[in-house]
């Protein structure tokens, strides 16, 4: 999986399609990422002794294949690619061939 925590992703199918925002979460295992203020689900949460009971909005997660790497420097998402820097791999963009971290 080439989208890491803290990666700015653009969602290119779905209901949220064209929105951008950070990854809050990458799950390889799974092959999901939660992004901030996207797929946004509801969840009721009964009322406990020490809380009251209210309705909670949260990202729920979306697939991989779904988002893209948002390139802020072109202001638009790519593709990554790995490139040998020494004994290093590092990711790099493969529209504008320059490293991404």
Do not use: F
């Not at 949260?58 to 988002?67: A, K, T, W």
């Not at 420097?73 to 020494?86: F, S």
């Amino acid at each position: 999986m080439r989208i890491k925590k803290d990666d700015t992703v653009m969602v290119i199918a779905g209901k949220d399609k064209g929105k951008t925002g950070k990854v809050l979460k990458a799950m390889p295992k799974e092959n999901k990422v939660i992004v901030e203020g996207v797929n946004i689900q509801t969840k009721h949460q009964k009322q406990t002794q020490t809380s009251v009971a209210e309705i909670k909005h949260q990202p729920g997660p979306i697939d991989v294949s779904n988002v893209m790497y948002y390139d802020s420097k072109t202001k638009a998402p790519t593709k990554i690619g790995y490139k040998i820097v020494g004994n290093d791999k590092v990711r790099v963009s493969r529209k504008t061939g320059q490293e991404i971290d």
